[in-house]
C-alpha cells in the first residue's frame, strides 16, 4: 500500500480533485496561479464515451450500467510538464483547465500553492457538498417499528 507522501498518490489525489471541481473553478484561479504560463494544447479536448460498471452488493460480478459522456485533454504549458485530466460530462474548458493544473502541479516551485489554493479548496467543497446531500438524505428518514399487540 502506497503512503500518503507517495508522490504518485498525491498527484493522483490533485487530479481527482481537479476533475471534480465545480464547473469555472479552475478557470477562475488559473489567472492568479499560472505566473503567465501559456496552455499549448497537445490533445483535446475531446468528448467521447466510457463505460460505467458496477457490482451487485459491492462484491458482486460486474456488469454494465451504461455510458457516461467523458472529456480528456493534455495540455503542455510553455517549456514545461505535460499535464492530462479526464472529466465526466462534456466540459472543454474544465478539462483544458484539469489538465493545465495537473501540469503546474508537476512544477516543484508552483505545487505547494497548488494543493494549498486548489486542491484544498475543491476538497473542502466537495465535503460540504456532502455534509449538505447527507443532511437533507436523513431528513426524509423514515424509522420503522414494530408494535407488539395483545391477543384479544
Same mark, same amino acid.
Given at each position: 500500500?502506497?503512503? &500518503? &507522501?507517495?508522490?504518485?498518490?498525491?498527484?493522483?489525489?490533485?487530479?481527482s &480533485?481537479?476533475?471534480?471541481a465545480?464547473?469555472?473553478? =479552475?478557470?477562475a484561479?488559473?489567472?492568479?496561479?499560472?505566473?503567465?504560463?501559456t496552455?499549448?494544447?497537445?490533445?483535446?479536448?475531446e468528448?467521447? =464515451?466510457?463505460?460505467?460498471?458496477?457490482?451487485t452488493?459491492?462484491?458482486?460480478?460486474?456488469?454494465?450500467?451504461?455510458?457516461?459522456?467523458?472529456?480528456?485533454?493534455?495540455?503542455?504549458?510553455a517549456?514545461?510538464?505535460?499535464?492530462?485530466?479526464?472529466?465526466l460530462?462534456?466540459?472543454?474548458?474544465?478539462?483544458r483547465?484539469?489538465?493545465?493544473?495537473?501540469? =503546474?502541479w508537476?512544477?516543484?516551485?508552483?505545487q505547494?500553492?497548488? @494543493?494549498r489554493?486548489?486542491?484544498?479548496e475543491?476538497?473542502?467543497?466537495? &465535503?460540504?457538498?456532502?455534509?449538505?446531500?447527507?443532511? @437533507?438524505?436523513?431528513?426524509?428518514?423514515?424509522?420503522?417499528?414494530?408494535?407488539?399487540?395483545?391477543?384479544?
Amino acid at each position: 500500500m502506497r503512503s &500518503a &507522501a507517495d508522490p504518485t498518490e498525491r498527484r493522483r489525489r490533485a487530479m481527482s &480533485a481537479f476533475a471534480q471541481a465545480p464547473a469555472g473553478f =479552475l478557470e477562475a484561479r488559473w489567472p492568479s496561479l499560472a505566473d503567465g504560463r501559456t496552455i499549448v494544447p497537445v490533445r483535446g479536448p475531446e468528448v467521447g =464515451l466510457v463505460m460505467v460498471r458496477g457490482r451487485t452488493g459491492g462484491g458482486g460480478a460486474a456488469f454494465n450500467l451504461g455510458e457516461a459522456s467523458a472529456t480528456r485533454a493534455s495540455v503542455r504549458l510553455a517549456n514545461g510538464p505535460v499535464g492530462h485530466a479526464m472529466i465526466l460530462g462534456r466540459d472543454l474548458e474544465k478539462a483544458r483547465h484539469a489538465a493545465a493544473f495537473d501540469a =503546474l502541479w508537476q512544477i516543484d516551485t508552483c505545487q505547494a500553492a497548488v @494543493e494549498r489554493e486548489v486542491v484544498a479548496e475543491i476538497e473542502r467543497l466537495i &465535503a460540504a457538498a456532502d455534509g449538505q446531500r447527507a443532511e @437533507e438524505t436523513a431528513a426524509t428518514k423514515v424509522d420503522f417499528f414494530t408494535m407488539a399487540r395483545g391477543e384479544d
